[in-house]
Nanobody, 122 residues
Framework: QVQLQESGPGLVKPSQTLSLTCTVSGGSITTNYYYWSWIRQPPGKGLEWMGAIAASGSTYYSPSFKSRTSISRDTSKSQFTLQQSSVTPEDTAMYYC??????????????WGQGTQVTVSS
């Protein structure tokens, strides 16, 4: 059974770079036909798909986040990472990682992490 776990700082200062890691167990992030996504949910708002990395290593980004977001992976550690630069308080949200057969994830599926709360504040 594939499991995903997010990790990273819970508090980030404005203008800094947010870095989150998703550790995958029970499966390989290089398995064909799967995409590994980052999704966030700001307080009182819906899910926002940020981007994904494919099994091949190709990356895909939402236009809303492309200019400030980078997704990478370390296959030896079965991890993929989100970096978001120049954060503002509006980036305060619960951040999730997920596996899906679709590039863009808009609804919760079976393979999601529990989420990690990130607050941007000085």
């Amino acid at each position: 059974q594939v499991q995903l776990q997010e990790s990273g700082p819970g508090l980030v200062k404005p203008s800094q770079t947010l870095s989150l890691t998703c550790t995958v167990s029970g499966g390989s992030i290089t398995t064909n036909y799967y995409y590994w996504s980052w999704i966030r949910q700001p307080p009182g708002k819906g899910l926002e798909w940020m981007g994904a990395i494919a099994a091949s290593g190709s990356t895909y980004y939402s236009p809303s986040f492309k200019s400030r977001t980078s997704i990478s992976r370390d296959t030896s550690k079965s991890q993929f990472t989100l970096q978001q630069s120049s954060v503002t308080p509006e980036d305060t949200a619960m951040y999730y990682c997920a596996r899906d057969r679709q590039v863009v994830v808009t609804t919760r599926g079976n393979y999601w992490g529990q989420g990690t709360q990130v607050t941007v504040s000085s």
